[in-house]
């Protein structure tokens, strides 16, 4: 019986008082976890620390990370369970995306390539 996977989008706010190396490795470890549990990586995007909107156990600074990913639907609640039980992870928010969603995502993806290739050019130039 063939599983049919999804795509999803999981975003993720570390506590931004561990160090660097600690949420580093978060990031890898949670990577890990969901291809080791039948999923496959798009793209893993780290925007960095950054202002809470309001305080999360008092904490007013977060790391954010957003990841796009396929898996099979039976893997997320054990994901999101293993995210519930590490305290260094304040919040998190996975979303199933629909075909819009994706489109809209390659959209974005095609023109922000397109933006750093043409960014490049100009500079090769000066």
Excluded: C
């Excluded at 995306?97 to 023109?111: I, N, S």
């Amino acid at each position: 019986m063939a599983t049919n996977k999804n795509t999803y989008e999981l975003t993720y706010i570390v506590n931004s008082v561990i160090s660097d190396e600690q949420v580093k490795d978060m990031v890898s470890r949670i990577t890990a976890y969901v291809t080791e549990n039948g999923g496959d990586i798009i793209e893993v995007d780290e925007w960095g620390a950054r202002r809470l909107a309001f305080p999360i156990q008092k904490k007013r600074n977060g790391y954010y990370v957003n990841m796009y990913f396929t898996a099979p639907g039976d893997m997320i609640p054990r994901l999101e369970r293993t995210l519930e039980i590490d305290d260094n992870i304040l919040r998190y928010l996975t979303l199933r995306m629909d075909p819009k969603m994706v489109r809209h995502y390659e959209a974005t993806k095609t023109k922000r390539a397109a933006e750093a290739e043409a960014t490049e050019a100009e500079t090769e130039e000066a």
